[in-house]
């Protein structure tokens, strides 16, 4: 009885040990204690193998001054990989301050995958593309037999002869280089993924009102928008087709700069398209819409700022349209003899109370026109889209505000709160009330406490004199999965 309760003990710690979840500050940073190149808490290497790497490490770092660490774990939780990595790679210091020449290789048992994170230093000499290969062509074919300690030594063989040998480095890129295809190359496809899904997305969003050609679309406004099948064609089709075309150039300008010159032509277009709408609707005496579609059209001047050139000169111009539209000579709508816009003064002879009042409130701003011919009047109204007043719902003047917010409860993590809402217009002094809802309160989460562990582990390598070099890490590197 006494064997079987020592078994179940037995079976027992090996369980809870082989489940245990690293974080980066419970790492065994090993190196502090004796030396040793190798993390390996849960035995996944063999004694020898940890031996070999070792001293292979140790001749690598006296020959390049290069720091590579191995770190051996059952589990990481739910943790991402590469993440976990960083924060390793930061904790630990990997590679010397001056160079940032260190490396990690990670190896989370549950998730089958290994990680190799370069140091600044390091990118140079292995890219993402070499550390993806080592680990296919070295490592891996060994994780998937279960034999961990010949797939590490492989990799580990392989980064050394990679960092010592600058031919044999060499004549690795120069096969990578002849085998994979480019980086414009994979840019544009890229970009062509990308845009395939996000320009569908925006295709069928546009469909039911905003092409020119679409049922919904408003006859009786002015539209500068394409019709669907020349948006189909020129935003959508002729982009990808472009991208893929100077993919053969093999250069990043010819590639950036042309999608960027495709993509300012046809901002400039879109301006023209805008101006020759604006153009035909003020001949026909549409003025009100044609200033309201200015307006409307206002982003575009946001795209001439993405394209300074040549189109930022033109958002002057633009501007300078839009405000003319209200000087534009109008003829009378009786007697087609020419109009008269009379002064704020004048005006107000022929405006009401309440249109006095919005324009007093500059929550509406009224344009007076006057036949001098036939003195017919004509009155146009032009709303401040800034303006904090809306229509009242009794006397329909636009001196509708909000008086005051009193909170009623007040809003938790877990439950909304109620505010009473009291609006009142100030031209004929109707009030309402009304009940509110204020959202619930949403915390986010904060990374302070793991940042505060990372640097006490710093500063406890530096009390106990360790021997990782202070190095840094921007995120290189490439991971492996079986």
């Not at 982003?299 to 633009?318: E, K, M, Y």
């Not at 001196?399 to 009623?408: F, G, H, N, R, V």
Request: glycine share 6%; aromatic share 12%.
């Amino acid at each position: 009885m006494k064997n079987f309760v020592v078994l179940i003990f037995l079976v027992l710690s090996f369980w809870i040990g082989y489940s245990q979840s690293y974080t980066v500050e419970s790492v065994p940073n090993i190196k502090l204690v004796n030396n040793s190149y190798v993390s390996n808490p849960d035995n996944l290497l063999s004694t020898t193998a940890v031996n070999q790497i070792n001293l292979l490490l140790d001749s690598l770092e006296k020959q390049t001054t290069a720091q590579v660490a191995v770190v051996m774990l059952n589990s990481i939780g739910e943790a991402d990989v590469t993440d976990f990595a960083q924060s390793l790679f930061v904790s630990w210091k990997l590679g010397q301050a001056t160079k940032d020449n260190g490396l990690l290789i990670l190896f989370v048992q549950d998730q089958r995958t290994v990680r190799f994170h370069t140091g600044f230093g390091l990118e140079g000499a292995l890219p993402d593309a070499i550390c993806k290969r080592i680990q296919i062509q070295k490592m891996v074919p060994f994780f998937k037999e279960g034999n961990t300690d010949a797939g590490m030594m492989a990799g580990v063989e392989e980064v050394s002869k990679i960092l010592t040998n600058p031919t044999y480095a060499e004549e690795l890129n120069a096969v990578d280089e002849g085998l994979g295809i480019s980086d414009q190359t994979g840019l544009s496809i890229f970009f062509i993924i990308c845009w395939f899904l996000v320009g569908l997305f925006l295709f069928f969003t546009k469909l039911k009102r905003e092409f020119s050609n679409s049922k919904q679309a408003p006859k009786n406004f002015p539209n500068a928008n394409m019709s669907s099948w020349q948006w189909l064609l020129f935003i959508y089709l002729m982009p990808m087709a472009l991208a893929l075309l100077l993919a053969k150039a093999e250069r990043w300008d010819v590639l950036i700069g042309g999608l960027y010159g495709y993509f300012g032509i046809l901002t400039f277009i879109k301006y023209n398209r805008i101006i020759h709408t604006a153009n035909k609707w003020l001949k026909k005496g549409q003025y009100q819409a044609v200033h309201t579609f200015y307006k409307q059209n206002l982003s575009w001047t946001d795209s001439a700022v993405l394209f300074p050139i040549p189109l930022a000169f033109l958002i002057p111009s633009f501007k300078r349209k839009e405000a003319a539209v209200r000087t534009y000579p109008r003829n009378c709508h009786k007697c087609d003899k020419p109009m008269t816009l009379l002064s704020e003064a004048a005006e107000d002879e022929y405006l009401s109370k309440e249109k006095q009042y919005e324009e007093t409130l500059k929550s509406v701003d009224y344009d007076v026109w006057k036949c001098d011919n036939c003195s017919a009047v004509t009155v146009e109204r032009y709303p401040n889209s800034k303006t904090e007043y809306s229509a009242c719902p009794k006397c329909r003047t636009n001196a509708y505000y909000t008086l005051s917010t009193s909170i009623l409860k007040s809003a938790t993590t877990t439950a909304k709160g109620e505010e009473e809402i009291i609006q009142s217009c100030k031209f004929c002094n109707h009030r309402h009330q009304a009940l509110g809802i204020i959202p619930m309160i949403v915390i986010a989460s904060s990374s302070s406490s793991s940042d505060d562990s990372s640097s006490s582990w710093s500063s406890s390598s530096s009390d106990s004199g360790g021997s990782w070099g202070g190095g840094d890490s921007g995120g290189g590197g490439a991971s492996s999965s079986w």
